[in-house]
């Protein structure tokens, strides 16, 4: 699957295809899926872009479908396509983490509307996945006993704190704080601990 896109998964082909022309219509690029297995079949958690799904589908439902892509870690934001008696089931959905809901025979212009702020949503939340990804990444390039020495400096203790602590002299502190901002590519202290606030404050590597 292309990594960012609209997909949409409906039973009714007349109902893909129009969808697929409303949203090539306002320069949304999408993809249909006829079953709600099959989009799964292909379904990762790195997906990008926005689902629009039908509630009501033979074999596996809407709903069903989303609560797999959950389980699967997929958060893809998820807008509903419904009939009036599915509301119900929409309002859960939206109570479980989908992104919103629209009843059939919905108004053209506001669905693509929608599509757009869950497509704006979801770069947003892939953004800052890839900076978690990246910042992982150089985490891992740490060595253990620079790895130590960070989460001092983390704590604002001085090198020669560091150095009594570890049990190295103040000039091994030094080069490891090098090291450490090199490979953390910032430039300070205060930038490193920026830095790993995206993380949550998490610095285990």
Same mark, same amino acid.
């Given at each position: 699957m292309n990594n960012v896109i609209t997909h949409v998964v409906d039973d009714d082909p007349a109902v893909r295809d129009a969808l697929q022309w409303l949203l090539k219509s306002r320069g949304v690029h999408s !993809?249909?899926?006829d079953s709600a297995a099959v989009f799964l079949s292909g379904a990762s958690a790195d997906l990008c872009g926005c689902l629009l799904l039908d509630v009501r589908m033979p074999g596996m439902s809407g709903i069903e479908l989303f609560d797999r892509l959950r389980a699967l870690g997929c958060s893809l934001p998820v807008i509903f396509l419904t009939g009036h008696g599915d509301v119900p089931m929409a309002v859960q959905a939206l109570k479980d983490g989908a992104f919103d809901f629209i009843e059939k025979p919905y108004d053209d212009n506001a669905l693509v509307d929608k599509v757009l702020a869950a497509i704006e949503h979801d770069a947003r939340r892939c953004a800052r996945e890839s900076s978690a990804r990246l @910042? +992982? !990444?150089?985490l891992d390039q740490l060595t !253990? +006993? *620079?790895h130590e020495v960070m989460l001092r400096i983390l704590a604002g203790k001085l090198n020669k704190v560091i150095a009594d602590e570890l049990g190295i002299a103040m000039r091994t502190v030094e080069v490891h704080r090098s090291h450490i901002f090199e490979k953390m590519q910032v430039r300070s202290a205060? *930038? @490193?601990s920026q830095v790993l606030g995206a993380l949550g404050g998490s610095t285990e590597s």
């Open positions: !993809q249909a899926w @910042l +992982r !990444q150089k !253990q +006993r *620079e205060v *930038e @490193l």
